[in-house]
C-alpha cells in the first residue's frame, strides 16, 4: 500500500485527487491539507511513502514546504503538482529535493503510474516539462561530464534519470541488466558526492551536467 499525504489548496481538486488515489488499489490518501503551515509535524505525524505538494498555496506555498521537509525528511518522495510549468519552479523545486515535477492536466491514470513510479526509484516529470527543461539546459550549457569523471555510460545514465527514468527503464532503454544500472548509479553519486536520486539530477542541473 502506497500511503501517499495530499497539499492543495483547492477543495474541489483537493476532494477529486483525494477520491481517485483512495478508490485504486494499492494506493491510499492518509490526509490532505491547505497549506505547509504545519508540514513538520504533519509528515512526522503520518510518515507517507509519497507528498503530493501543490506550488502555489495561501500561507507557506509548496516550494517552501518542500525545503522544510527535506530539512528533517529525506525518504519521503516529493512530487510537485501544479498548473506552473515555467522553468524557475522547475529547477527550484528539483534543486530543493523534489523527486518528480507534475501538471495538473496530467490524466489520472498517468498520475497514478507516476506515484507509483517515483516508490520505484523514479523521478517522473510530465513529459512536457521533462522536454522544455532538457532544451533549455541543451540550448544554453555545454556538457561538462568531463569534470565529475563521469564515464559516456554513466552520463547516459545520468541523463536519463535526469528525464525521470526508473532503474528498471534505464536497464530497458540502454539494454542493460538491473544490476549494471544499479553499479553505474552508485558510482554516479561517488563521482558527484551526493547520495540521492534528487541530489544527483539537482546536481546535474546546477553543475550544468546535462
Same mark, same amino acid.
Given at each position: 500500500? $502506497?500511503?501517499? @499525504? ?48 501543490? $506550488?502555489?498555496?495561501? #500561507?507557506?506555498? #509548496?516550494?517552501?514546504? @518542500?525545503?522544510? =521537509? ?7 518522495? =516529493? ?17 530543493? #529535493?523534489?523527486?518528480?515535477?507534475? &501538471? ?6 498517468? &498520475? ?45 545514465? &545520468? ?16 539494454? =542493460? ?32 551536467? $546535462?
Amino acid at each position: 500500500m $502506497i500511503k501517499v @499525504l495530499l497539499y492543495e489548496d483547492n477543495p474541489q481538486f483537493r476532494e477529486g485527487l483525494t477520491m481517485l488515489i483512495d478508490g485504486s488499489t494499492g494506493f491510499s490518501v492518509l490526509a490532505s491539507y491547505k497549506n505547509c503551515d504545519h508540514v513538520k509535524e504533519e509528515v512526522e505525524k503520518w510518515k507517507p511513502d509519497v507528498i503530493l505538494l501543490d $506550488i502555489n498555496m495561501p #500561507g507557506t506555498d #509548496g516550494l517552501e514546504g @518542500l525545503k522544510k =521537509i527535506r530539512q528533517f525528511n529525506t525518504v519521503a518522495k =516529493i512530487l510537485m503538482l501544479t498548473v506552473f510549468d515555467d522553468n524557475k519552479n522547475v529547477f527550484e523545486a528539483i534543486r530543493n #529535493g523534489a523527486d518528480g515535477y507534475l &501538471l495538473k492536466k496530467t490524466p489520472p491514470a498517468k &498520475l497514478l503510474e507516476y506515484i507509483q513510479d517515483a516508490t520505484e526509484g523514479g523521478a517522473p516529470m510530465t513529459s512536457s516539462i521533462a522536454a522544455q527543461v532538457l532544451k533549455m539546459f541543451q540550448e544554453t550549457h555545454q556538457v561538462k561530464y568531463q569534470e565529475y569523471n563521469l564515464s559516456e555510460r554513466e552520463n547516459q545514465v &545520468l541523463h536519463l534519470l535526469v528525464e525521470g527514468y526508473s532503474y528498471k527503464m534505464i536497464g530497458n532503454e540502454l539494454f =542493460i541488466a538491473i544490476d549494471t544500472v544499479r553499479s553505474h548509479i552508485k558510482k554516479i553519486y561517488e563521482k558527484l558526492h551526493v547520495n540521492s536520486k534528487s541530489e544527483a539530477v539537482a546536481k546535474a542541473f546546477r553543475d550544468k551536467l $546535462i
